[in-house]
């Protein structure tokens, strides 16, 4: 269960980030904490992985659990990629190569 805090967590930075920042302009430039924004959420998407092996080093989990925990943290990158080019192929101009 530990593993799933920063699995939950991690698009959190970039939420607030964009709810805070106020600015809808496209060309504006970046908000003041973005890169702190960038450095949360790559501490806690680090954690999805460091989380289980650092539990299966330190024999507090079996190695199986080790694996189905970085299976289904794979899994979800692999749902979120096929998401994102499903939804950059319906916006795309119908060009296609």
Not at 47 to 59: D, H, M, S, V
Not at 66 to 79: D, E, F, K, P, W
């Amino acid at each position: 269960m530990i593993v799933l805090v920063p699995t939950a967590l991690f698009p959190l930075p970039f939420i607030v980030l964009n709810t805070c920042s106020g600015s809808g302009d496209m060309f504006s430039e970046k908000p003041a904490a973005w890169h702190w924004a960038e450095f949360a959420t790559s501490f806690l998407w680090a954690g999805c992985f460091a989380i289980p092996i650092l539990l299966a080093i330190t024999e507090s989990i079996e190695v199986g659990a080790m694996a189905v925990s970085l299976a289904g943290t794979l899994l979800i990158c692999a749902l979120r990629g096929v998401w994102l080019y499903y939804k950059h192929k319906e916006s795309s101009d119908g060009f296609s190569m």
